[in-house]
């Protein structure tokens, strides 16, 4: 892609990055196919928790692919292009503000995950998850702290899980103007805060995050 041509030094800089990111993947691709799961969208105060998975070939190289968080917006909408383009397997679980309010958000996280688990074409024999052991999900699963970082499936899925959120955020703001939505995504920034402050919640808030500002019991 335009602007992202590496040489030299630094190219032979970024392949032993990404190789040292495959370790999980070699490891455990002799016993079967290997998936990387990552969530997003945990923390904010509106909008749904989004997890993707994302099965990668063997080898699979794919330049600047790191932890989502790290990256800048123009990057990750480069990635997500190339990862879907490249994954032997992709997809994402969604669930909403209702249910995060139902059953909380770490629950509302293991049903997105499972969702984005069910999505694949292909079933998966071992899941590289970030920091996380999903409940009620057959095969090997493998819990990695800071796994966006050190595992290129994982990243890869951080990824897939920030865009699709992000272009839904977006897409939230034409529906619930003057939330903001567009640019902090639903986290609670102080500009998000005093427009629930203002405007009151919209549909998409998470009651059980926002009660502080809006006096409500959920």
Request: proline share 5%; glycine share 10%; hydrophobic share 40%.
């Amino acid at each position: 892609m335009a602007g992202r041509i590496l040489t030299g030094e630094k190219l032979e800089q970024e392949l032993a990055r990404l190789e040292q990111m495959t370790a999980f993947e070699k490891e455990y691709g002799r016993i079967g196919i290997v998936c990387g799961i990552d969530e997003a969208g945990r923390g904010p105060l509106a909008g749904p928790v989004a997890a993707g998975a994302v099965i990668l070939p063997e080898d699979c190289r794919i330049l600047y692919l790191n932890d989502s968080k790290k990256l800048s917006e123009k990057r990750r909408e480069e990635l997500s292009l190339e990862i879907k383009e490249k994954a032997v397997a992709w997809s994402v679980g969604l669930s909403s503000p209702e249910r995060i309010d139902q059953i909380n958000i770490l629950q509302a996280t293991y049903e997105a995950m499972r969702e984005a688990i069910r999505g694949l074409s292909i079933k998966p024999e071992v899941l590289l998850n970030d920091a996380v052991t999903i409940p009620g999900v057959e095969g090997i699963q493998v819990p990695i702290i800071k796994g966006d970082a050190q595992s290129l499936s994982i990243a890869a899925a951080s990824i897939l899980a920030k865009v699709t959120r992000d272009h839904m955020m977006s897409e939230y703001e034409k529906l619930f103007p003057g939330y903001g939505f567009d640019r902090h995504k639903g986290y609670g920034t102080a500009a998000h805060i005093q427009a629930i402050r203002r405007l009151g919640p919209c549909p998409i808030h998470r009651r059980s995050f926002i009660k502080k500002f809006t006096g409500e019991k959920v």
